[in-house]
């Protein structure tokens, strides 16, 4: 079966530090670009970081520039993203998901169930 | 960044009806657009890419269509499964953005 499995959220005081991770399987993780999504309480979707398969190329989201890092690790099929300086705005759930590309299109086709970060004092 | 409008914002429907849900870009994206529906408490599902391709295992009466900054999702007829908030996403240029999303819900 196709999945991806988010985990590392949590509880974390404005300033602090959290690392997400997401566990693919069923698939071939080495072949696919890998993104990362999150959605405040009561929000809509806001698209946060890509990563090409090799990790060569990276983007993201201005508001995260320079605080969160997105990396990969092939040999463990897994996504992680590297949260520091938090901020009140960062609280959300975070999802990870599948970028296929098509051509010169991007399909997020494959979303994990996302995991909650909550940044309060 | 390119900016993403949708409208209406939120809409009520019965089952049977034909729902037309628009997004406009602040730029040309010739057709490098996504739609995604999300039920509540679930992460989202992809429906449509590169404007008009319908993904795998999703029903027909789902459809898009448009080009540059104007695109069309529509609902031919809308069935009770349906009921949820659907996004469009532009993959033309980073960063990526979603418009603000279209609540669809019961009349």
């Known amino acids: 079966e196709v999945q991806l499995v988010e985990s590392g959220g949590g509880l974390v005081q404005p300033g602090g530090s959290l690392r997400l991770s997401c566990a693919a399987s069923?698939?071939?993780?080495?072949?696919?670009?890998m993104t990362w999504v999150r959605q405040a309480p009561g929000k809509g979707l806001e698209w946060v970081a890509n990563?090409?398969?090799?990790?060569?190329?990276?983007y993201y989201v201005d508001s995260v520039k320079g605080r969160f890092t997105i990396s990969i690790e092939n040999a463990r099929n897994s996504l992680y993203l590297q949260m520091n300086s938090l901020r009140t705005e960062d609280t959300a759930v975070y999802y990870c998901?599948?970028?296929?590309?098509?051509?010169?299109?991007?399909?997020?086709?494959?979303w994990g169930q996302g995991t909650m970060v909550t940044v309060s004092s | 960044a390119i900016q993403m409008t949708q409208s209406p914002s939120s809409l009520s429907a019965s089952v049977g009806d034909r729902v037309i849900i628009i997004c406009r870009t602040s730029?040309?994206?010739?057709?490098?657009l996504g739609w995604f529906q999300q039920k509540p408490g679930k992460a989202p599902k992809v429906l449509i890419s590169?404007?008009?391709t319908l993904q795998s295992g999703v029903p027909s009466r789902f459809s898009g269509s448009g080009s540059g900054s104007e695109f069309t999702l529509t609902i031919s007829s809308l069935q009770p499964d349906d009921f949820a908030t659907y996004y469009c996403?532009?993959?033309?240029?980073?960063?990526?953005?979603f418009g603000p999303g279209t609540k669809v819900d019961i009349k």
């Open positions: 998901a599948r970028d296929t590309r098509s051509g010169s299109h991007d399909v997020f086709d494959i």
């Open positions: 996403l532009q993959d033309y240029s980073y960063p990526f953005t």
């Open positions: 069923g698939f071939n993780f080495n072949n696919h670009w």
């Open positions: 730029q040309d994206i010739r057709s490098d």
């Open positions: 590169a404007a008009t």
């Open positions: 990563i090409k398969e090799d990790g060569s190329a990276k």
